[in-house]
């Protein structure tokens, strides 16, 4: 068994995690927290936002997300080739992974959405609601992993 795949997928889950948070003020910046604050933008009573504002922090979120999400994904496959695992470890392993998937690919049509209300492609829907979709998906695998706990090796 591999202390570094575990290692490694933490490492990842914690990368996913902090890309999100440098991404926050830029997610604010594009989908504000109140209604009041949607409507003012809609009716003109407050500035629409520039889809081009962002575009290098944008770019450079999607690389790491994708490098972390690579990370995982070799992390994982590692675990699994490094023999026998008792249920637990394997269980957090699995849930550790899909939730650095889950949230990058919520963070990847995050910038996908912005890129193509930039480029003003009817797509971005699309990307708004898959981003919302994995955004519950991550809530309910973060559940999962919250119950199933730190793995036991004995």
Not at 48 to 64: G, T
């Amino acid at each position: 068994m591999s202390d570094d795949g575990f290692q490694d997928l933490q490492h990842s889950l914690v990368s996913i995690r902090d890309t999100w948070t440098a991404a926050s003020p830029i997610y604010q910046y594009y989908f504000p927290r109140t209604w009041t604050a949607v409507l003012a933008r809609f009716l003109g009573l407050s500035p629409r936002p520039n889809f081009r504002l962002y575009s290098a922090e944008l770019a450079a979120i999607s690389q790491r997300t994708q490098a972390a999400m690579s990370a995982a994904g070799q992390a994982f496959k590692e675990i699994e080739a490094s023999g026998p695992l008792p249920a637990s470890a394997r269980q957090f392993a699995t849930l550790v992974y899909n939730q650095v998937r889950i949230e990058s690919e919520a963070l990847l049509a995050f910038t996908a959405h912005i890129q193509a209300l930039m480029a003003q492609d009817p797509l971005a829907l699309h990307f708004v609601q898959l981003m919302q979709q994995r955004q519950r998906e991550a809530e309910a695998n973060r559940a999962q992993l919250i119950l199933a706990g730190p793995p036991r090796f004995d």
